[in-house]
């Protein structure tokens, strides 16, 4: 039940009091992380089966440039129109990003002293986008498209599936 609370006439400390303790699940998520790194995919879609209710046959781990373009197929004649804002957000996105590019400087501080700051991008980075349950992608936006204008070359994106094993068209 969510308790509606006058924040005048209450304090922090009941603001942010869990009115349950809450569990200690270290050991549990230890467990699945050294499961994942020992034995990988295998791990992983066991863990989605486990806690996304997913059919690990229709499970797939990357998808393929075939499969992107028939989930944009399939966003169009869902939610004609989706795809056109998505693409204007990206836009959007893209040109305030655009702005706040760093350059890197040098000064010479004389008797041979150069100093400065040199702007490098990440080789590689990793995005995580909530769904299943709901689509975001608006994440998929604001966490790629930043990355990309930095100048990162290898973007990754996971996503939980749906109960059929595929991510929704819109992310």
């Known amino acids: 039940m969510i308790r509606i609370l ?13 009115s349950e303790p809450t569990a200690d699940v270290s050991d549990i998520v230890a467990a699945i992380i050294k499961d994942v790194r020992e034995n990988g995919d295998e791990a992983v879609i066991r863990y ?4 996304d209710g997913i059919d690990p046959e229709n499970f797939a781990l ?5 499969e992107k373009r028939d989930a944009l197929r399939a966003l ?3 939610d004609p129109g989706l795809s056109d804002v998505i693409r204007k957000s990206a836009a959007n ?3 305030f990003c655009s702005r706040q590019l760093r350059e890197g400087f040098t000064m010479e501080g004389g008797a041979g ?3 400065g700051q040199k702007v490098l991008p990440l080789e590689r980075a990793g995005i995580y986008v909530p769904g ?3 689509a975001y992608p608006s994440t998929v ?4 498209i930043p990355a990309k204008i930095a100048g990162v070359e290898e973007i990754v994106m996971v996503t939980p599936p749906s109960k059929n094993g595929k991510v929704n068209p819109a992310i």
């Open 76 to 78: 169009d004649e869902t």
């Open 93 to 95: 996105i893209a040109a």
């Open 113 to 115: 002293k150069v100093t």
């Open 62 to 66: 990357e998808l393929g440039e075939e």
């Open 132 to 134: 299943g349950t709901a």
């Open 6 to 18: 006058d924040f005048a006439e209450v304090t922090a400390d009941e603001v942010f009091a869990r």
């Open 141 to 144: 936006l604001m966490d790629s």
């Open 48 to 51: 989605a089966a486990k806690f």
